[in-house]
């Protein structure tokens, strides 16, 4: 057990500790969160936006005199990591919404992390400066060069304190190798390579190299007419540099072993549920195709979310998953009207807790849910600022169906389409979740007596 779990999801109350982002009701387009990444050690946090930013949010130091209040996130940096592009070649505009943000591992003093859009992918370093050197020898103090002839003694600069000035600097730009649309990226084990994929193809790069990358993953067929599935999510294995994942948009996982042969068409493994002839219906293709794929912090399982499920996969089993959770069963009767509002098309993602026990993936009205894999318990909680006074329990929110609604639950019809939780991510060991909704950020973390 991880240090700072709770064993069953009951001993865990959920208490509301911050909301980032404006109460303005004319929200904008750019300023909708798209990502949500804690680091490693989780004492940042950040988030990209369809606006091409990204903020950073540094947790403070807890104080010695309130021992209760743990540290708060605050802002720590925020830079403009996308910019709007267009490509000429086809005549399409590419968008600087960021799609996802993954950290590297710290190394030393400064902060690495990658982000991308539709096309391009960044290495950013973010950097602390507090010191500036003076005097130099060359230069006057603003900066002009000076003429060499008036120069008649030499000095030592020396490094003067100044205010804390945190730099964000692109350190490499990895363009160019995806005709499609990028939906993942994943830093491998090694810390030497990572991956980048999009609909057809998956690349591995190498970190210093950005001028090419290697092709291991083409489901492209030589005739676009015969294409029946795109990929839909990639990820490394947390521990074996070799091995990866990826999710089709039929609903099926492939693991592939890099080691068998250069170009990882044929995997290793092959993951799907036989589907109920009796469930089939219009909407079973679409609801089936997967959002997002996670292997659990121990790397023997892999969690796959699609439109009405989280499902959790044992690598030593391809034939069904494991566990199946029912995140909004209540919306299958629904799912004609979600399809002409184009809701059925959301791409929800999933988390894992710290020790794997938990899982946590989004849902409609601000709802999000957590299942207890050991208890089997479940959970709906809301992020909303009706409930944000500080330390303020979240309630547990029940949706019903037909017949009488109870006075703390909500009908099915009344829910809100347009609030929706796309995005999470869990503290790699507290319980401290962050959740985007719109453009608000909650952070929420469990009560301490």
Known sequence: MTPGFGNLMQDVLWCFSQVKGTIDVGVTEADIISTVEFNHTGELLATGDKGGRVVIFQREQESKHQSHRRGEYNVYSTFQSHEPEFDYLKSLEIEEKINKIRWLPQQNAAYFLLSTNDKTVKLWKVSERDKRPEGYNLKDEDGRLRDPSMITMLRVPVLRPMDLMVEATPRRVFANAHTYHINSISVNSDYETYMSADDLRINLWNFEITNQSFNIVDIKPANMEELTEVITAAEFHPHHCNTFVYSSSKGTIRLCDMRTAALCDRHAKFFEEPEDPSNRSFFSEIISS???????????????????????????????????????DYLRSKLCSLYENDCIFDKFECVWNGSDSVIMSGSYNNFFRMFDRNTKRDVTLEASRENSKPRAVLKPRKVCVGGKRRKDEISVDSLDFSKKILHTAWHPSENIIAVAATNNLYIFQDKVN
Do not use: A, C
């Open 290 to 328: 997967i959002s997002d794929v996670k292997f659990s912090h121990s790397g023997r399982y892999i969690m796959t979310r699609d439109y009405l499920t989280v499902k959790v996969w044992d690598l030593n089993m391809e034939n069904r998953p494991i566990e199946t959770y029912q995140v909004h």
